[in-house]
């Protein structure tokens, strides 16, 4: 077992909390998933220690912070791209690689389009970004999306109404419309959805873009699912693995969508050459 230890990064108007463990000459970067910590990832430690030092960096608003002057005010991505400079140079290090689990696969995804020079290996834990969000899209992307938005904190009903449509439609499997519902019908995740979908609007990521990132630089891109997913299905990640040529691998562990409980499996992918 390694000692964890945290450190705050600042660019501008981001601030990183980051906790890291290993003493390897490698870097990995690692973001976790929506309303969960950086203590998933922290644990590929124990398995790649030796290898890697495994710097898990809690998301915004799980931690990490965004200076904002108003509630619907978003990171640009010229402000994100200035974070990951930061980050990775604060590691003193000229090549990295990065691991992201559902919700955190997007930054995961952004550290490609926006990160420095020097990324050699990108491992997606079944991330969410590369599926179409019809409802994020529009309750962030036009003012009265947004206005919906901050009704929402108060009162989830309206928005509870939409993704019951989106499930009836089959934009949304019943399971996870159902999942959805659950999630809000907590104040407090309420409050951690409204700040985290706002935050991140200005920045989805552009998977045509990525892929043409990835094939250029070559860089290694390994996707891992569960077999039994029903939030992220192995079909998002099969369609993406077609623009990426021959840099893209497909994993199928078994279980559903809390991949952070089979850290060794994930380890060996990771260790894989």
């Known amino acids: 077992m390694y000692d964890t230890k945290k450190r705050l990064i600042k660019a501008a108007k981001i601030t990183w909390e980051t906790h890291y463990a290993g003493d390897g000459n490698k870097v990995l970067f690692a973001f976790h ?55 990775v140079s604060s590691f003193e290090t000229e090549s990295y690689s990065v691991i992201g689990h559902s919700f955190g696969g997007r930054l995961a995804l952004n550290m490609v389009e926006y990160g420095p020079p020097g990324l050699r290996d990108l491992f997606l834990l079944a991330p969410d970004a590369l599926r179409y969000h019809p409802g994020y899209r529009f309750m962030t992307g036009n003012k009265i999306g947004r206005f919906l938005m901050g009704n929402f904190k108060k009162d989830p009903s309206r928005v509870i109404s939409m993704i019951k449509l989106f499930g009836k439609l089959g934009i949304y499997s019943p399971k996870t419309a159902n999942y959805f519902i659950h999630q809000i019908t907590h104040q407090k995740v309420r409050n951690l959805v409204y700040d985290s979908w706002m935050v991140h609007r200005l920045t989805i990521p552009n998977l045509s873009g990525i892929a043409e990132k990835i094939n250029g630089l070559g ?46 499996e994930i380890a060996g992918i990771i260790r894989y050459k």
């Open 33 to 87: 998933g929506f309303n969960r910590g950086y203590e998933d990832l922290i644990h590929l430690s124990n398995w790649l220690g030796g290898e890697y030092q495994i710097i898990s960096v809690s998301l915004f608003y799980h931690g990490s912070q965004y200076d904002r002057k108003s509630d619907v005010d978003a990171f640009t991505a010229d402000e994100l791209r200035l974070g990951f400079q930061e980050l």
């Open 219 to 264: 860089i290694r891109t390994d996707l891992i699912f569960g077999k039994s997913d029903s939030l992220i299905p192995i079909s998002q990640g099969k369609r993406f693995l077609k623009k990426i040529h021959h840099f893209g691998t497909l994993h199928l562990l078994e279980g559903g969508h809390r991949l952070y409980e089979q850290a060794e």
